[in-house]
């Protein structure tokens, strides 16, 4: 993560609102459609709330009745529209999948590849406590001693990264190897830029994080 | 996701208006706009014209493809072609919705061009039907969609991808009932997801 950030503080001038836009807009679409907790793209996520607060400033200055200030309200809105669905389709998956994605944000914490953000993750220890808390107040005070401990193992729900996706590539990637579950024939297949497939999710993951593709 | 998000996201493609008032370039975050003049064309998002002719302060220019002989053209040769063809451009669908809709006074022919646009959905729908139960029955895991466009696209979603995870639990459940294998540690991994 720091290197990126370093990368991503050298060339800010560079960056444009509209490619923080797409960047954000693109990101949003894959969170939606990939089955797993992607990487955060809270850089992203913060540039474009500053830019909202700088806009809305300004549009405060005009009249109400403006019709620029009509045109730019409208743009914030969608465009908030897609941060709040961001921020919400992450908050979901962390619910669903909380012990899993604790566990392995541990990992990825000490190897400094976090998913989450610092307060998605605490969000994530809290609910975990929480649920843990609940389930034990309401269920498992009450049972026989032995069968007290809550076991997080068993708890544990997994996103299926089996499941089938559909997908763009934004460019050309070969030798994507697909398992044969009946004839041990692994498939090999190349992605061409701009097409279209329909296809696992677990050989395309890494593909999806880094941009090679597009989920849709 | 819901057809009304395909929808957002198509509404960001970029189309022409004719305004009828005259102002200066607009900054918005999603680019720069205009500067509007009255009576000549201009490049705006859909979102925008929409939001304009809403206002009755534009028309609307309808896109080349938005034409009853390219229109013509383009069914005819989805219908001749066993593959999907490649489409005017990667929303129509949305385009079409939301230009008619919001400006068909300003669109020449629009209940023909209306006609001639669900037709072409309709004969790409059963091509996309088709080929789904092919793919179905050829117990495939894998499928190459080019040219479809996102809308289509989203409209099997439920279905096809479900689809494709059952073939593939039965697949895997068929295979975890013969000698045990390498891979059923990632089934179980599978099914406990299902299964809560």
């Known amino acids: 993560m ?33 089955p797993e907790i992607l990487p955060h793209r809270n850089d992203m996520v913060e540039c474009m709330l500053g830019q909202i607060q700088h806009m809305e400033r300004n549009i405060n200055k005009l009249p109400k009745t403006d019709l620029r200030a009509c045109i730019h309200k409208m743009e ?9 669905n961001y921020l919400k389709t992450r908050l979901n998956k962390i619910e669903k999948y909380c012990i899993s994605i604790v566990n392995e944000e541990r990992q990825r914490t000490e190897s400094g590849t976090n998913y989450l953000t610092p307060s998605e993750f605490r969000y994530a220890q809290e609910y975990l406590v929480n ?21 997080h193992n068993k708890m544990a729900v997994y996103p299926n990264l089996q499941s089938h996706v559909f997908l763009k590539a934004n460019s050309t990637v070969n030798g994507i190897v697909l398992e044969d579950m009946i004839g041990d024939q692994d498939e090999e297949i190349d992605l061409e830029e701009d097409s279209q497939h329909i296809l696992q999710y677990k050989p395309i993951a890494d593909l999806v994080k880094n941009g090679k593709v597009q989920l849709v | 996701m819901d057809p009304y998000e395909i929808e957002f996201i198509g509404e960001n493609r970029i189309v022409s208006i004719i305004p009828n008032f005259s102002y200066d370039k607009i900054y918005l975050i999603c680019g720069e706009f205009g500067p509007f003049r009255a009576g000549l064309p201009m490049n705006v998002p859909l979102w925008l014209a929409v939001m304009l002719k809403q206002k009755q302060k534009c028309r609307l220019v ?11 053209n383009i069914k005819e040769e989805e219908k001749r072609s066993r593959f999907f063809t490649k489409m005017p451009n990667e929303h129509y669908m949305v385009e079409a919705k939301l230009i008619l809709g919001a400006a ?42 080019d040219h479809l466009t996102m809308m289509e696209i989203n409209s099997v979603k439920p279905l096809l991808p479900a689809a494709m995870d059952e073939l ?28 809560i």
């Open chain 1, 2 to 34: 720091s290197t990126e950030d370093l990368d991503l503080s050298a060339d800010e001038e560079e960056i444009t609102a509209e490619t923080v836009l797409k960047t954000l807009q693109s990101a949003w679409q894959n969170e939606r459609l990939a």
């Open chain 1, 76 to 84: 914030l809105n969608r465009i908030k529209y897609i941060i709040c």
């Open chain 1, 131 to 151: 649920m843990e808390n609940h389930l034990k107040n309401t269920v498992l005070n009450h049972v026989p001693g032995r069968m007290q401990t809550f076991e």
């Open chain 2, 62 to 72: 309808p896109p080349d493809w938005m034409d009853l002989d390219v229109l013509e």
């Open chain 2, 104 to 145: 068909s006074e300003d669109i020449p022919r629009a209940a023909e061009i209306k006609t001639i646009i669900k037709d072409i959905w309709d004969i790409r729908m059963s091509k996309l039907r088709t080929s789904m139960d092919a793919l179905m029955k050829s117990g495939g895991s894998y499928g190459r969609l």
């Open chain 2, 168 to 195: 593939y639990r039965i697949k895997m459940m068929t295979r975890k009932s013969t000698p045990a294998t390498l891979n059923t540690s990632t089934f179980s991994q599978s099914g406990s997801s299902q299964n």
